[in-house]
């Protein structure tokens, strides 16, 4: 995927849609979805961009030497695991973004201690997640990482307990697998699994329901040693409240309130120093454990100079005016084509045996996209992206601004700028990066003659808003304009009356009610108007626009129908 050249197909296409769902056949009304798109902000705000950095390798590959992580962790992984994986085990809350090795974060330490406790029976760890279906999907990976290590295969147990009972004489998986865990609602009640993921829905039953009992039933003081609650900032309100209330009952009947718990929170990215007081407070309210000033684990990422260390700008070349067919990718036949067209726009003059095609073979098939990524690093042009950015995220039309500075080229031709930054940013989404491996896991790897991994060369993020239709009026005059009524103040308001649409036949006009005992018009809200129209057919008069050689007169707006055709909107089709 490239979110470079989707984000324009989504704009494209969601103009596309109103044009068509939206077209009038009412004369002077045909320009105003037309004149809604052309409005910067109208529906769409500019996409923003923002590139992150890879993040900070750790020291030491080896933290959890039975359960091994594969390659060198994280800084921040790191961080976790000294909190997590010491004899005194330290409530944590880990925020760091999407692709961060979260899970890993708290897994690894749990099920070093599991394996530690193998010998003794009951739950030692319970991961609460907000949805089903992240449980469902973690449960799977778990069950992986487990069967995939001959010291855990065999020794531990996951089990899920989610949703309702499938009824009698259905059952579930009953024990581990490649990728399940076990289901069973029996199995768990007989032999109760050393690490149990479910929801705080199904929690609570196991601690209310008598038939669910036996799952605690080998629960002694100190048994229970881990409380994970994934994604624990959409546990807000009234959530939250019964989240906490659940954990405190929880301690209490698992005897585990004397301290010795040690709770774990997931949260996206923090804003910074104050945000992450706030979460600390939020989860000693939640959990009922305090959390010290270490506790919160943040992401920790490469700085520009550092990225770009030993990378000396060898590549200059950039796409002209005459090359804006081939950047458009809405021209090209397919992503593929298109990415290799962008790749000899920006690469020129690549020696024999170090041009793409060349490198691209079925023993390595990514070996070009990594070629990529590095000539990226020695391009000039990525470079003063990474610069403008800063780490930020920048909308489209300022970045487009900056980078033009430093380009006559984009200053005096603006649709070329945009359409090669476009394409650089498809490139960078393309390029790829080797992930790191350990020795041992390398040689496993090749043993099985499976390719070489490799990971994003960055984290490309494009984040395109668009603002809900809700509530439109159209002024009235001349050139209708469509708004949104909550923009306007209530003098602008009053002339201003809701669009109505026909689909059959494309009519467009004002809707506005008339009462005989009110001045005109009676109501011309989209609250007060909507809801009227939704419970009978023909709730008043409904003026179209006019034609430019009929003036508006807010006198029509007050005529009072005599007759069905006079009330019917759409006069065309008679709707």
């Known amino acids: 995927m490239i979110p470079s050249a989707l984000a324009g197909q989504l704009q494209q296409g969601l103009a596309d849609f109103l044009r068509f769902s939206f077209w009038s056949s009412t004369p002077g009304m045909e320009h105003v979805v037309e004149d809604l798109l052309a409005e910067p902000g109208g529906l769409l705000k500019d996409p923003y961009v923002s590139l992150k950095l890879p993040f900070v390798s750790g020291k030491n590959p080896r933290y959890f030497p039975d359960v091994p992580l594969g390659f060198t962790p994280y800084f921040h992984q790191e961080q976790a695991f000294a909190r997590l994986g010491g004899r005194r085990k330290l409530s944590t809350l880990i925020a760091t973004g999407t692709g961060s090795g979260k899970t890993e974060s708290f ?176 989860a000693e309210a939640v959990f009922g454990e305090p959390f010290d000033d270490h506790a919160v684990i943040g992401e920790s990422r490469l700085s520009e100079a550092d990225y770009l260390e030993g990378c000396p700008k060898e590549w200059t070349t950039e796409p002209g005016s005459a090359d804006k067919p ?158 949104h009524s909550m923009d306007l103040d209530r003098e602008t308001r009053r002339k201003h009356l809701p669009l109505v649409h026909c689909r059959e036949c494309g009519a467009m006009g004002w809707g506005t009610l008339v009462q005989r005992d009110k001045p005109p018009p009676a109501a011309h809200r989209p609250r007060q108007l909507l809801p009227r129209l939704l419970r009978q057919r023909f709730p008043g008069a409904i003026p179209f626009s006019p034609c430019r050689r009929t003036p508006v007169r807010w006198t029509e707006l007050g005529q009072r129908p005599t007759s069905r055709s006079e009330s019917a909107f759409a006069s065309n089709c008679g709707q």
């Open 107 to 282: 897994l690894l330490p749990i099920l070093d201690h599991c394996l530690s406790e193998a010998g003794s029976r009951g739950v030692k760890a319970i991961l609460i997640y907000p949805m089903n279906a992240l449980a469902t999907d973690q449960a799977g990976r778990i069950a992986r990482l487990i069967h995939g290590n001959d010291k855990l295969r065999g020794k531990l147990t996951a089990g899920l307990y989610i949703g309702e009972d499938r009824g009698r004489g259905t059952t579930g998986d009953t024990r581990m697998g490649p990728g399940t865990v076990i289901t069973d609602r029996a199995t768990l009640r007989d032999s109760p699994p050393d690490l149990l993921l479910t929801n705080y829905k199904m929690l609570d039953y196991l601690l209310l329901r008598p038939s669910d009992q036996g799952i605690w039933q080998h629960n002694q003081r100190g048994t229970l040693r881990f409380l994970v609650a994934d994604e624990i900032h959409t546990f807000d309100g009234a959530q939250g409240t019964d989240l906490a209330c659940l954990i405190r009952r929880l301690k209490r009947r698992l005897q585990v309130d004397d301290g010795s718990l040690c709770c774990v929170g997931t949260s996206a990215t923090l804003g910074g120093p104050e945000a992450a007081a706030e979460l600390r407070a939020y």
């Open 326 to 483: 081939a950047l458009d990718p809405t021209r090209a036949t397919d992503p593929e084509s298109w990415l290799h067209a962008q790749v000899r726009l920006w690469f020129v003059g690549a020696p024999p045996g170090q041009r793409f095609g060349e490198l691209h073979t079925a023993e390595n098939p990514d070996a070009w996209a990594v070629a990529l990524g590095d000539r990226l690093r020695h391009h000039a042009a990525f470079q003063a992206l990474l610069e403008v950015l800063g780490g930020q995220t920048v909308d489209w039309e300022r970045l487009v601004a900056k980078l033009s500075r430093q380009r006559s080229a984009w200053r005096e031709d603006p649709e070329l700028g945009r359409l090669a930054l476009l394409s650089l940013l498809g490139l960078v989404s393309a390029a790829r990066a080797w992930r790191a491996e350990l020795p041992e896991v390398a040689a496993r790897r090749e043993a099985r003659g499976m390719p070489r991994p490799v990971q994003p060369f960055l984290d490309v993020r494009l984040q395109l808003w668009q603002r809900e239709l809700r509530r439109m009026v159209a002024s009235v005059g001349e050139r209708p304009r469509l708004r």
